[in-house]
C-alpha cells in the first residue's frame, strides 16, 4: 500500500492527539498522589518526583516530537496564505511548548518562581500559550474555511486558549486548575484534527 503525503499527515495528526491522550490518562494513574483535576500538567515530569524522567523522555518528548513531525509533513499541504500562513508558523509554538517542559521542568507544584528550570519553564509556558492562542486565530482567516464551522471552532479555541490560561494561574481555581487546562489541550487536539482535515489538501500533480 502507497500512502500519500496527505494520508501521512492526517495519520500523524490522530497519533499526536491520541498518544496525548494516552500520555495525559496513564501518566496520571501511575504517578503517587497525582491529581488530574488539581495539578498541573507540566507536574507529570516536576523534579525530585517519582516517575520524572520516565514522564519526560516517554511523554512529552515524543509528544512534542509527534506534533513537530505532523506540522513538518503537513506543512506543504496547508492551504494557507497571509495572516493564516503566519498563523501555521506560530503553531509550532506547540511542539515546542512539549519540548520545552521535556527539556526544562517546573520544580515540585510548578510555583511562580523558583530554580532556573522552572523560570525557564515559565517563561516558555508564557510564550508558547499566547503565540498558539494567535496562531490558532491567524489559521482560522484561512480563505478554505470561510464559512464554515471548522473557522468558528479555530476562532473558539484560539479565544479559549488565552482566558483558559489566565484563569487557570488564578488562586481561586487551584482545586481544578488541572481540569482547565486538560479541557485547553482538548480544544487543542481537536483543533490539530480539524486543520488535517480542513485545512490540508494534496498538492496539484505536475504534469
Not at 510555583?111 to 508564557?126: C, E, R, T, W, Y
Not at 471548522?150 to 487551584?174: D, I, Y
Request: charged share 10%; net charge positive.
Amino acid at each position: 500500500m502507497s500512502w500519500t503525503r496527505l494520508q501521512v499527515a492526517r495519520w500523524l495528526a490522530v497519533v499526536t492527539v491520541i498518544y496525548g491522550l494516552m500520555f495525559y490518562t496513564v501518566g496520571a494513574a501511575v504517578k503517587p498522589d497525582y491529581s488530574s483535576v488539581s495539578q498541573y500538567i507540566s507536574e507529570l515530569n516536576a523534579t525530585s518526583t517519582a516517575y520524572a524522567v520516565e514522564m519526560g523522555r516517554f511523554g512529552f518528548l515524543p509528544l512534542g516530537l509527534f506534533f513537530g513531525l505532523f506540522l513538518l509533513v503537513a506543512a506543504p499541504l496547508a492551504q494557507v496564505e497571509g495572516r493564516s500562513r503566519m498563523g501555521w508558523y506560530l503553531l509550532w509554538s506547540q511542539p515546542v511548548a512539549f519540548l520545552s517542559v521535556f527539556l526544562a521542568p517546573c520544580d515540585a507544584g510548578c510555583p511562580d518562581s523558583g530554580s532556573f528550570s522552572q523560570i525557564v519553564h515559565n517563561a516558555f509556558g508564557l510564550l508558547t500559550y499566547f503565540a498558539g492562542a494567535l496562531g490558532l486565530l491567524l489559521l482560522a482567516a484561512a480563505p478554505v474555511l470561510s464559512g464554515t464551522s471548522a473557522r468558528s471552532f479555530l476562532r473558539f479555541t484560539g479565544v479559549a486558549f488565552v482566558v483558559l490560561f489566565v484563569v487557570m494561574l488564578q488562586p481561586e481555581v487551584a482545586s481544578v486548575r488541572g481540569l482547565i487546562q486538560r479541557f485547553a489541550d482538548a480544544l487543542l487536539g481537536g483543533a490539530v484534527l480539524v486543520i488535517a482535515w480542513g485545512l490540508l489538501a494534496p498538492r496539484p500533480q505536475v504534469k
